[in-house]
């Protein structure tokens, strides 16, 4: 949405605080790149776990 709004869009900044608030209260949480992993803890202090996001092999 930032991209396309800008990062100073009244939906955007919502949209954040939605996240952040929320997000802290999950119980569990996936990523799919350790970098987003390391986003959300740094940045949000929300835990999460990578799971990489990989084709099957019939999609080669």
Known sequence: MALSHGP???IVRLAQWYEQLFGRFSSHNLCVTNSMKEDLQNNW???????????PA???
């Open 8 to 10: 100073d869009h009244l």
């Open 58 to 60: 019939l999609f080669s």
């Open 45 to 55: 202090n929300i835990k999460a776990t990578t799971l990489y996001d990989k084709p």
